[in-house]
Each structure stands twice: as structure tokens, then as C-alpha cells.
């Protein structure tokens, strides 16, 4: 027995000193970082790079954290479903007191779950959070963000170094928290999924510790209310005639002017002593006049009516296209009335061009704002004025109206079939 007992306690000297040579060579301290100005701009690049515009407008998210604790979260509600093994809590973010659970302590292992899974699924939207110093780190001669938590959540006095890359996106971070003695710590942060509100989330983590990983199981965020919206602004536009309209004739500030197969995907189109008959979807097939003839294929003149087609139809039917692929919708509330924000990521001559359209109400579009990339547009009023009802059924602008009083006149607008 003696005997046994002595290779015991050898055994767990063992442990304890490979315990401490481990934690001496991995642990690192915590860097100091320097705050101000700097680093405040940093947080904002970040911000932008991660589109929290979109994070904000989020309304609901879905994620579960190894398999073990799932979440439905209702953003927009405050609210949030905890489930694990055979519990199910709902926790009320705003007010802890109106959770719903069969016992407080569930409850407040409910807040203890959701305040650690949460972070690993959203802490780069939370360095601006009540309670969150901000420096700047130098690592590797590039600018790296410190964030700590000096309040809220389970564990205030948590460290985050944030590692970005070349457009301030995060890829991983390195952390100094109360729940693991190892300071420095690193996790990934570039295993993402883009989401159907437009933002981009971790779907696993891998650590710096014993290769360990973090699955966050199947991340979804969505934005059903804004996409109910959506659906009410088509019906009132007539989308389904739109989508039966088989031809649409246009101009464009009495200078382009366009004759539009909607069915074949076939533009004639019009400038000056130009004419194309345009292909978008093969434009090798389009045929080039000029002057009233047909030359030869041009393709400096083909493409400047696929840029011109791509400009000029958006001013006509952009509220049409409010689903098509690459499109992300989110509520934003404007005078207290809902409006609804669109971002382009794919499509037309500049995606990731976003609109936040304001409606009357009847739902019928009556302006928006345009925030445009290429023309460093901020947030520029123009109106949607004289709606028509074609000879198709469906609704078509007439005419739009900067601030300034400046005009796009549509022309003498048809559709029919």
C-alpha cells in the first residue's frame, strides 16, 4: 500500500511540475496598450469592416455552443431561448426579473450561458459596449485592438487583443480572462458563414490550447419582419404584373432611351447616333449601329450600354428587385415610421451600394436615401414621384427629385405585354 501511495504522489508531482513548466513557456502577459484617438478610429474600421450597421438591424439569431447549449435569439425583442439538456429558459436581456424559467437558478445559469456562448459568436460587435476601454497593440508591426471589459457580462476585468487583417476585419484574437490561467490564449475567428441579415459569423473556433475546438453548430440571423415588409412594398408596386410584363419602354433625363424584352433579356438601347441591341446575358451576341447602320461588333459601345441599361433600369424598377440573390433587407426606423434598408453584395455596376427607402402609407415607395461607393454618396435624398399604373398592372415612377430640385425625368414610361 505504501508502496502504491509513494508512485501516487510521484505521479502527481509529475503532473504539477510538467503543469508549471507548460504554463511558464505558453502564458504571456498582457500587453499594454495605448488609448485614445487612435484607437477609437481602429474600433470604427473594425466596426465598418464587419458591417454592424447590419448586426444592429439583426433581429433574430441561432446558434447552438458544442453541441450542448442552443439559443434562438430574438434581438429585436430583447429576448432569448436558452435550451439545454431537457431545460428551456427564456431570458429577458432588458429586465433579468421577467425571465422565464422553472427556478432562479435556472435562470441564472441560463444569463451565465448566454453572456459566455454570445461572446463567442458576436464579441467583435461589443467593443463599443458601456464598460469597454479600447488601445492600440503593435504585433508584428500592424495595428492590433485591446479591448477590456471593465463591467457587464459574467466575467468584467476580461482582456481581448483583436487581430485584423489588411481591411480591419478580425481573424483571431488572444485573450487574459479569469476563466483560463494561461494568459495569451489565442482563437480563430475566420471559420465564418454569411447570413441572411448580411452579416458574417463563426460557425467553429479552433485554440492556441491543445488544438481545442469550438463548434457553434448551425449559425443562422435573419430579419423576418423586414422581409414582411418588403413583401408589403411589392404588393403594392403590383410585383406580380411586374414579373408578367413582358416589355418596358423608357428614357433616361431625355438622353438614353430604352425598349425593354423583359422575357428574352433583350435591350434595345439608344444614345446619340448610338443604338445596341443588347444581350446581357451574352453580350458577344449583342449588334452595335450607328448612325442607323449596323457595324461591326464594338465593344467598348456594348458595355457601355450594359453600364448605362444597369444605371438607368435601377432608377425605374429598384423596387422591384428587393429579393433577387445578394440582397439583404433590415428595418430602420426613420421619424419613428418603419423604413426599409437594402444592401447590394453582388449585382449591377457598384454592389455593396445600400438604400434606405421611406413610404407612404399605403407602403408605396416615396424616396430613399443612397448611400453609393462609387459616388461617395452619404445618405442622398431623392424622391419617387408620379407612380403609374401600366398598361400591364404594375407600377412604374415617372419621376425623381434631388434636395437641390435637381430632375431624372423617366420619359414617357410603359409596360405591356
Known amino acids: 500500500m505504501k508502496k502504491i501511495l509513494k508512485i501516487i504522489g510521484v505521479l502527481i508531482a509529475i503532473i504539477i511540475v510538467a503543469t508549471g513548466i507548460y504554463y511558464i513557456a505558453n502564458t504571456e502577459a498582457l500587453p499594454k496598450g495605448v488609448q485614445g484617438k487612435e484607437a477609437e478610429e481602429l474600433a470604427k474600421k473594425m466596426m465598418s469592416a464587419i458591417n454592424k450597421r447590419a448586426f444592429d438591424a439583426t433581429e433574430i439569431l441561432e446558434w447552438s455552443f458544442r453541441g450542448k447549449h442552443h439559443y434562438v435569439w430574438r434581438k429585436k425583442e430583447g429576448l432569448v431561448d436558452v435550451s439545454w439538456d431537457s431545460m428551456l429558459v427564456t431570458v429577458n436581456l432588458t429586465d433579468y426579473s421577467k425571465s422565464i424559467g422553472t427556478s432562479s437558478e435556472l435562470i441564472e445559469t441560463a444569463i451565465n450561458f448566454f453572456n459566455n456562448d454570445s461572446f463567442w459568436l458576436v464579441a467583435p460587435y461589443k467593443v463599443f459596449d458601456d464598460g469597454v476601454e479600447r488601445s492600440i497593440v503593435k504585433v508584428d508591426g500592424k495595428d492590433a485592438l485591446l479591448i477590456k471589459y471593465t463591467s457587464g457580462g459574467t466575467t468584467p476585468g476580461?482582456?481581448?487583443?483583436?487581430?485584423?487583417?489588411?481591411?480591419?476585419?478580425?481573424?483571431?484574437?488572444?485573450?487574459?480572462?479569469?476563466?483560463?490561467?494561461?494568459?495569451?490564449?489565442?482563437?480563430?475567428?475566420?471559420?465564418?458563414?454569411?447570413?441572411?441579415?448580411?452579416?458574417?459569423?463563426?460557425?467553429?473556433?479552433?485554440?492556441?490550447?491543445?488544438?481545442?475546438?469550438?463548434?457553434?453548430?448551425?449559425?443562422?440571423?435573419?430579419?423576418?419582419?423586414?422581409?414582411?415588409?418588403?413583401?408589403?412594398?411589392?404588393?403594392?408596386?403590383?410585383?406580380?404584373?411586374?414579373?408578367?410584363?413582358?416589355?418596358?419602354?423608357?428614357?433616361?433625363?431625355?438622353?438614353?432611351?430604352?425598349?425593354?424584352?423583359?422575357?428574352?433579356?433583350?435591350?434595345?438601347?439608344?444614345?446619340?447616333?448610338?443604338?445596341?441591341?443588347?444581350?446581357?446575358?451574352?453580350?458577344?451576341?449583342?449588334?452595335?449601329?450607328?448612325?442607323?447602320?449596323?457595324?461591326?461588333?464594338?465593344?467598348?459601345?456594348?458595355?457601355?450600354?450594359?453600364?448605362?441599361?444597369?444605371?438607368?433600369?435601377?432608377?425605374?424598377?429598384?423596387?422591384?428587385?428587393?429579393?433577387?440573390?445578394?440582397?439583404?433587407?433590415?428595418?430602420?426606423?426613420?421619424?419613428?415610421?418603419?423604413?426599409?434598408?437594402?444592401?447590394?453584395?453582388?449585382?449591377?455596376?457598384?454592389?455593396?451600394?445600400?438604400?434606405?427607402?421611406?413610404?407612404?402609407?399605403?407602403?408605396?415607395?416615396?424616396?430613399?436615401?443612397?448611400?453609393?461607393?462609387?459616388?461617395?454618396?452619404?445618405g442622398t435624398y431623392v424622391s419617387w414621384e408620379e407612380w403609374t399604373q401600366t398598361e400591364s398592372g404594375t407600377l412604374l415612377p415617372k419621376n425623381h427629385r434631388y434636395l437641390s430640385g435637381r430632375k431624372i425625368n423617366m420619359g414617357d414610361v410603359k409596360g405591356y405585354n
Open 158 to 378: 476580461d482582456s481581448y487583443l483583436w487581430i485584423l487583417d489588411e481591411n480591419y476585419a478580425p481573424v483571431s484574437f488572444k485573450m487574459w480572462t479569469q476563466i483560463i490561467p494561461i494568459g495569451g490564449v489565442s482563437a480563430t475567428w475566420n471559420d465564418l458563414t454569411t447570413t441572411d441579415s448580411g452579416i458574417k459569423l463563426p460557425t467553429s473556433h479552433t485554440l492556441s490550447l491543445f488544438g481545442l475546438k469550438i463548434d457553434m453548430g448551425e449559425v443562422k440571423a435573419y430579419n423576418p419582419d423586414a422581409d414582411k415588409l418588403a413583401q408589403t412594398i411589392l404588393n403594392t408596386v403590383k410585383h406580380e404584373a411586374y414579373k408578367n410584363t413582358r416589355y418596358i419602354d423608357w428614357s433616361f433625363k431625355g438622353k438614353r432611351f430604352y425598349k425593354w424584352d423583359k422575357k428574352l433579356h433583350i435591350i434595345d438601347v439608344k444614345w446619340n447616333d448610338a443604338r445596341v441591341l443588347l444581350h446581357p446575358n451574352n453580350l458577344t451576341k449583342s449588334s452595335v449601329y450607328l448612325n442607323g447602320k449596323e457595324v461591326s461588333f464594338n465593344k467598348n459601345l456594348v458595355n457601355r450600354a450594359l453600364n448605362f441599361f444597369n444605371n438607368d433600369s435601377f432608377w425605374l424598377v429598384a423596387p422591384h428587385k428587393l429579393f433577387e440573390p445578394g440582397i439583404y433587407r433590415s428595418i430602420e426606423m426613420i421619424d419613428g415610421k418603419e423604413s426599409l434598408h437594402v444592401k447590394y453584395s453582388t449585382g449591377g455596376t457598384t454592389p455593396g451600394d445600400s438604400y434606405t427607402w421611406t413610404l407612404d402609407e399605403n407602403y408605396l415607395p416615396i424616396s430613399f436615401q443612397m448611400y453609393v461607393q462609387k459616388m461617395k454618396k452619404k
